[in-house]
């Protein structure tokens, strides 16, 4: 189902008003391309290895990494280790249902891609919209950018068979490559977890070649499929003080004019499209289940059993029954595509 622009920009325009007052106390999850400080890491079709501040030291004989990485400015370094990224405990189950998998699969086709064209996908988290590029005929090469050591482990193996693809462990909004890298970025449900960074996109069209295309997609208006932003600022100060502290520390501004943003950052030709899908679940624990498997996790995990239990008792009391009893799902995603 397609939906004009304007609408959901009116949509937007009330959710602000009616939000704002609790905002800065609403979760806003810092996802998989958050900028911190991370050692940048390359995974190859072997392990993955640790990237060095000299690109030089990189792998010689890695093809993917030589060609996007081997003359381009130095790699983001960090003292983070492995496997301590809050996403890592998500790793195994994200894109497990196609609730999940099919947003980004949505992106790849509204941006289009082509025969043959390069293809980053900031913030790949487990690989689903790289992967789904990679569906493309005679698909071009491509490299996923994740701060987890988890999830790019995890897109590794989903990924076995399919050569053309290459991992980065690095900053999503402080990318490895060098200018004019890549005919296509792709951000699945990430900018909004770069708190809707305009040096982010900057950056982003800085990688790309001209005429490049960037497509990104953010969580559209009434989807039923997360656990409602209400509850979540509702349940807030039932979480324990050093978890409200974070994410508070986490939040962001309310989403901004799509079109206006991208093109003030130098992209052309921008568009927005919101898409959604209706889905049914056998049962509410089911619905409940999917809540662990994203960034949601990060808030519930914060709760006491007895908090825990009453949110969960107040969501489910929400969601919607079909006739048979099924639980009926909307899924709204909004859709923006530009060209530098």
Known sequence: MMSSYPFVRAHQRIHKRL??????ATLVLVGSAVSLSGRATYASSGALCQGQSDIGQLRRNDSLASHWLGNNRAVVETTRCPGTDRWDVVAESYGATPLIARLAKGLVEEVGIRPGESVVDLGTG????????????DAGPGVGVDRSLRMLQVAKERA???DSRGWVRADAGQLPFGDASFDVAVAASVWQFLGYSTAALAEWRRVLRPGGRLGLSVPGPDSSASLPVDLRAKYFSRLAPSVQDDLAARASAPMPDLVETVTAVGFSQATVTIRSWVDTLASAEDW???????????????LDAD?????KAEALERLECSATGEIVVTTKVLYCTAQR
């Open 126 to 137: 487990t690989g689903l919209a790289l992967l789904a590029a990679a569906q493309v005929p």
């Open 307 to 311: 908090s825990l239990e009453l949110l």
């Open 288 to 302: 409940w289940a999917i809540q662990w498997t994203h960034a949601v996790r990060f808030f519930l995990q914060g």
């Open 19 to 24: 939000l704002l007052h609790f905002w800065r």
């Open 160 to 162: 076995a068979g399919i």
